[in-house]
C-alpha cells in the first residue's frame, strides 16, 4: 500500500476506507476506550488526529506511545465531528516504527529560539521551523521559476576558488597541507607544495565566475553557498549563507534595478500564494507587522536614491545615529533601517557608491568619484542585495585593480573576457537567507538555515 502524505489527506474532498500515513507522533491524550493521537509528517503545518479504539490488538502499547516516536498507521479517514480539523484517521492498525525511548526535549508547546538552536537537530520537528524549512524550499524553487520563465540559464560557480572576489579579504582557506608540518620556502608557506599549486580558498561570491557566462550565454545566474570569515556576530551575518546572484550581457545599472526589485517583489507575492498556511503561523506568532510589511512591498516602486543623496537626508534628519556619516562611509544597518523604515517607509535602491569603498569590478562613473553600484535595502533587514554595473574597459579595470593592490595575474582570465568582445553587463547578490528573515519575520539569520555556521558556533 501507498504511504499518503497528511497534506493530502487533509485535503480530501471525500472521506476514504483505507489509508496508510506515517509520522512523529506530537501528542497523546487517552480517554476510556480509545486514544487521541496527533500524528505530523512534516507534509504540512497541521497534524492528523488519530483515533486508536481498544480493540485495536496492540492498543496496550499504543497507550505508551509518547512524544517524538514514530508509528506508521492504516485506517479509515473519516469527517471529524470535532471542531478543530475536517478529517480524522480511525486506526485500524498502529505499528510502532521508532520509540521515544528518553525523554524527547521538545515536549513544551513553546521554547526560545535560543534553545532550540542547541537542538538544531530536532527543531525542524516543531511548527515553527517546520513552517521556516518548508517556506526555505518553496523560496528556492521560486527563485529557479522566476529566473526559467525570463529565459536564463542555471550556471554553477565553483565553490573552492583561487581569487577573492569582494577582496575584502575574509577568506576561508583550502588546503590539503598537513596542518603541523607546513612546507615553507623562505620563511613563509609554500603553497606551490599544496594541493592545487596556489593558494586556494572557499569563494566568498559566484559572481566573477557567472560574469564569463553572462558574456556566453547573455542572462545566467548562480545560486548555491558561499562563505565569508567575517567575525562579525550580529543577527544578520553567518559564514555560510547561500547567495543568488544573476548576471545579465548588454544590461545597464538601470535595467539591473528593475530586475532587482522585479525580483524581490515576485518572491514575495509567489511566497504569499503557495506558503499560506505557513506564512498565516509567522503572521500570527512572530512578526504581527509581516503582512504589511510584505503588502507595502508589493505595492507601488521601490525608492531610488543616489547614496550622496541618502548620505544627506541621514544628515540632515535631525535623528541621532551612533555611526556619523559622510562622503566615503559605508551606510551602517542603523542608516539603513533609518531610510526603509522611518524616512521613506519603502524598499529603498541606494546607487552611484563611491569607489574608494567600493570593489574593483563596479563600473566607474563619468565623474571618477563614485561607482556604478548599488544596494537594495528593505525595512527590518537592512542590505538585501548588492550588486552593480561591471567596469567592462580593460584599461579602466586594469587601473582600478592596480589601486587596490589586487595580484593582477591571479585574475588574467576576468581581464581577458575584456580584450575579446567585451560588453556593458550587470549583475547582483541576492543573500537568500535575509530574504528568508524578511518573509517570515524570523529576526535572527541562525534560525532560518539548517545548520547554522556562526563564529565560534559548528556544533552540528
Ligand atoms: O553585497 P555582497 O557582498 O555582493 C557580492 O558578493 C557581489 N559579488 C554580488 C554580485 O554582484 N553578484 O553580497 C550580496 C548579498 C548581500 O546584500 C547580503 O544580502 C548577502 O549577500 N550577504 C550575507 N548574508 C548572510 N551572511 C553574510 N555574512 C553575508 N554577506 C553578504
Ligand atoms: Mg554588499
Known sequence: MIRSKINELLSLESSLDKALVKGWVRTRRDSKSFSFIELNDGSCL???QIIAADTIENYEQIKTLSTGSSISVIGRMLESPGKSQKWELHATSIDIIGLATEIYPL?????????????AHLRPRTNKYGATFRIRSELSFAIHQFFREKGFRYVHTPIITG???EGAGELFHVTAFDLGDIPKNAGSIDFSMDFFGKEANLTV??????EMFALALGDVYTFGPTFRAENSNTRRHAAEFWMVEPEMAFCDLDENMNLAEDFIKSLTSHILNQCSEDMELFAQFVDKGLMSRLENTLSGEFIRISYEDAVAIINQSGHEFEYELSFGKALQAEHERFLTEKHFDKPVIVYNYPKEISPFYMRLNDNDRTVAGMDVLLPTIGEIIGGSQREERMDILISRMEELGLNKQDYWWYIDSRRF?????????LGFERMMMFLTGISNIRDVIPFPRTPKSIDF
Do not use: I, W, Y
Not at 205 to 210: I, T, V
Not at 421 to 429: A, N, W
Open 46 to 48: 497541521k497534524n492528523l
Open 107 to 119: 515536549q513544551k508547546k513553546r521554547h526560545t529560539d535560543e534553545f532550540l538552536r542547541t537542538m
Open 163 to 165: 581569487s577573492d572576489c
Open 205 to 210: 561570491s559566484g559572481q566573477l565566475s557567472a
Open 421 to 429: 568582445g567585451s560588453v556593458p553587463h550587470s549583475g547582483f547578490g
